[in-house]
T-cell receptor, first 116, second 113 residues
Framework: GAVVSQHPSRVICKSGTSVKIECRSL??????MFWYRQFPKQSLMLMAT?????????EQGVEKDKFLINHASLTLSTLTVTSAHPEDSSFYIC????????????FGSGTRLTVV | GDSVTQMEGPVTLSEEAFLTINCTYT??????LFWYVQYPGEGLQLLLK?????DKGSNKGFEATYRKETTSFHLEKGSVQVSDSAVYFC????????????FGSGTRLLVRP
């Protein structure tokens, strides 16, 4: 079945630094990737949708300059949290689809980001 | 706007008990409906889905039927196991240009031996 690898699974960084999270589709070409943020014991909040080769579409209230998304190839999307602050600490999850969601979504295992 | 409402948890059951987790949605038209499961510290896994009214999705003993008249997609399992302990998310999606998933708030299930 479709597999999405997300890396790293956990990361601790200092305030003011940037952190990059990778999301790779291992056995299919991901036309569309989605990035979610999940707060403790809460649901997933969609941050942005990225299509290969074009700019990401951010949801209302998500700072595009803080959360940089790059989808340079059909198998890789990255989320960079720039100038991280403790309030950015959260669980970030990516998902990928071969056809804009029509053929299903496969989720990565998530990244636990802690900013100290 | 479109939304998904789930029953609040946690739901605590004894092993082999019957499970129902309620899910209702608000949307114009007929979206596709999904149930996802999240085990501790992990991402989400698709549990089952239904793409049109009266469809029944099923997997691993779990079932849910797309009810247009009640705009519901309740999750059921006849006999839960300790290994079913997880958070369950109901979600909807449109087959339009975005295809993005809209999630409910999640329901934590705890099954005790």
């Amino acid at each position: 079945g479709a597999v999405v690898s997300q890396h790293p699974s956990r990361v601790i960084c200092k305030s003011g630094t940037s952190v990059k999270i990778e999301c790779r589709s291992l056995d299919f070409q991901a036309t569309t990737m989605f990035w979610y943020r999940q707060f403790p014991k809460q649901s997933l909040m969609l941050m942005a949708t990225s299509n290969e080769g074009s700019k990401a579409t951010y949801e209302q209230g998500v700072e595009k300059d803080k959360f940089l998304i790059n989808h340079a190839s059909l198998t890789l999307s990255t989320l960079t949290v720039t100038s991280a602050h403790p309030e950015d600490s959260s669980f970030y999850i990516c998902s990928a689809s071969p056809g804009k969601g029509a053929y299903g979504y496969t989720f990565g295992s998530g990244t636990r980001l802690t900013v100290v | 706007g479109d939304s998904v409402t789930q029953m609040e948890g946690p739901v605590t059951l004894s092993e082999e008990a019957f499970l129902t987790i309620n899910c209702t949605y608000t949307a114009t038209g007929y979206p596709s409906l999904f149930w996802y499961v999240q085990y501790p510290g992990e991402g989400l896994q698709l549990l089952l889905k239904a793409t049109k009214a009266d469809d029944k999705g099923s997997n691993k003993g779990f079932e849910a039927t797309y009810r247009k008249e009640t705009t519901s997609f309740h999750l059921e399992k006849g006999s839960v196991q300790v290994s079913d302990s997880a958070v369950y998310f109901c979600a909807l999606s449109w087959m339009d240009s975005s295809y993005k998933l809209i999630f409910g708030s999640g329901t934590r299930l705890l099954v005790r031996p």
